[in-house]
């Protein structure tokens, strides 16, 4: 019998086997992939969203007339969270209607002593939150802060 040189069958199907398995394994990586950056673009979409609608409402808050800001299109009046009871302003969304945005403010009933003299936090701050919620996926971002109303 003479030495033959090339590979069997049951060798190239084993190595195809095996180049199966590594591809396979390769995609599913790829996909994971694009599944956490979508997660994570949606995420930061939804911070971004409360941080925009939290500085609007820390920079018109202060103002003693009438406060309305436009946020994505949309006219949105302040002038409640200025009050002394928990209110809850309109719901409204973004402009491409993707993230849903909910403010509440409430009266912190907390108050500080200086030197002697107590002032309550609550005439001179609200607690605000914003809640961002993204329609298609329902994730949930919440940013709350104390914001000064005088």
């Given at each position: 019998?003479?030495?033959?040189?090339?590979?069997?069958?049951?060798?190239?199907?084993?190595?195809?086997t095996i180049l199966a398995?590594?591809?396979?394994?390769?995609?599913?990586?790829?996909?994971?992939?694009?599944?956490?950056?979508?997660?994570?673009?949606?995420?930061?979409?939804?911070?971004?969203?409360?941080?925009?609608?939290?500085?609007?409402?820390?920079?018109?808050?202060?103002?003693?007339?009438?406060?309305?800001?436009?946020?994505?299109?949309?006219?949105?009046?302040?002038?409640?969270?200025?009050?002394t009871s928990a209110v809850?302003?309109?719901?409204?969304?973004?402009?491409?209607?993707?993230?849903?945005?909910?403010?509440?403010?409430?009266?912190?009933?907390?108050?500080?002593?200086?030197?002697?003299?107590?002032?309550?936090?609550?005439?001179?701050?609200?607690?605000?939150?914003?809640?961002?919620?993204?329609?298609?996926?329902?994730?949930?971002?919440?940013?709350?802060?104390?914001?000064?109303?005088?």
């Amino acid at each position: 019998m003479t030495n033959r040189k090339g590979f069997t069958l049951i060798e190239v199907l084993a190595s195809v086997t095996i180049l199966a398995i590594v591809v396979l394994a390769a995609v599913f990586a790829l996909q994971q992939t694009s599944v956490f950056s979508k997660v994570n673009h949606a995420k930061e979409t939804n911070i971004q969203v409360a941080r925009t609608v939290m500085e609007e409402i820390k920079a018109n808050l202060k103002k003693t007339d009438p406060v309305q800001v436009q946020l994505f299109g949309q006219t949105i009046a302040l002038t409640s969270l200025k009050g002394t009871s928990a209110v809850s302003l309109p719901v409204f969304y973004t402009t491409d209607q993707t993230v849903k945005i909910e403010v509440n403010g409430t009266k912190p009933a907390q108050s500080v002593t200086v030197k002697g003299t107590e002032y309550p936090i609550g005439d001179y701050f609200r607690l605000i939150q914003v809640t961002c919620t993204q329609v298609q996926t329902g994730k949930i971002y919440t940013l709350k802060a104390y914001v000064e109303c005088k």
